[in-house]
């Protein structure tokens, strides 16, 4: 590529600068050489309709080539795809409905009732959640608001502390004493949710956790034996044999006292035993001795 100078006599008379004409020599197919010349201004032009063309081309627009105006790009309208119609559905058999049970006057004002009173519960309820949602919160009182109440408060605080450990310390030591405190706790536990006053009556003990104990083995007993007068039978026929085991052991044992005993007494030595003879007051030299 060679560059020549483009002057011409405007320009020599003007002192102005020769223009760089830039030329490039190609070959035919032929093999004739022609020469080809780019003009630096209209390269330079070139440079800024590519700039403008990419400016406008970001924005959305393209130049007509015809016209060299810039208009809004169109998007090729793309090519609806054919829409795949599906078999029509088999319309499935109905189902047959299970047959339903008619209600009667009297089955329908019942369960009308029902609603009702559902409606009103509800209702209530409804009434009652806005009544406490409305309610103002109560300020936390502090003791001098009410000095008694406080020390009320306080003394029953420590009432209940002091019966939790008193009870926690009854049922430790309960439990060492006895290897079936737990099915005989389960018992009372019964007891005390259905007998009204047998929970004070416990806690009033001396030992609340071995009197508790004894009441539910009284009532496992009673209730094993078939009743009271059962229990009782029974305990006094315990009692009948033990007597009888003891005073039949007493009457042995006197037997046999009474067989050691020899037949006659003229045989058998008799023992002295040396008391000692009171002869008055000690005397002072004795004691002091002593």
């Keep these: 590529m060679a560059e020549q100078l483009s002057i011409s006599m405007d320009d020599i008379l003007s002192d102005k600068k020769p223009v760089q004409v830039e030329t490039k020599i190609t070959e035919t197919p032929a093999g004739i050489p022609v020469v080809e010349t780019k003009d630096p ?9 590519a700039h403008r063309d990419k400016e406008q081309l970001a924005q959305g627009r393209v130049r007509d080539p015809e016209t060299g105006q810039y208009s809004l790009k169109v998007e090729p309208e793309a090519k609806a795809e054919p829409v795949k119609t599906e078999p029509a559905a088999v319309p499935a058999k109905p ?18 009732g ?32 009410d000095p008694e109440a406080a020390l009320a408060k306080q003394r029953q605080d420590i009432t209940a502390a002091t019966t939790k450990t008193r009870l926690d310390t009854a049922e430790a030591i309960a439990r060492i004493r006895h ?13 005390l949710n259905s007998t009204p006053g047998l929970y ?36 006094e026929k315990e ?4 007597i009888e085991t003891e005073l039949k052991e007493k009457a042995e044992a006197l037997k046999k ?11 058998a030595s008799s023992k002295g035993t040396n008391k000692p003879v009171w002869n008055g007051p000690p005397s002072l030299d004795s004691i002091l001795k002593g």
């Design 41 to 49: 201004v209209e390269r330079a032009q070139s440079r800024k309709n």
């Design 95 to 112: 189902a047959v409905a299970a047959p339903t049970q008619e209600l009667n006057d009297k089955e329908k004002a019942f369960l009308k």
């Design 114 to 145: 029902m609603q009702e009173e559902r409606t009103k519960r509800q209702e209530l309820e409804r009434r009652l959640a806005a009544i406490e949602a409305a309610k103002p919160a109560e300020p936390v009182k502090t003791f001098w608001d």
């Design 179 to 191: 290897t079936d405190y737990d099915e005989k706790y389960q018992v009372l536990v019964e007891l």
């Design 200 to 235: 004070q009556q416990v806690v009033a003990a001396p030992d609340p956790a071995e009197y508790g104990y004894g009441i539910a083995k009284s009532h496992m007993e009673i209730k094993d034996a078939g009743g009271v007068d059962e229990l009782r039978a029974k305990i």
């Design 239 to 242: 009692v009948r044999l033990k």
């Design 257 to 267: 006292e009474q067989e050691a005993l020899p037949s006659s007494l003229s045989d």
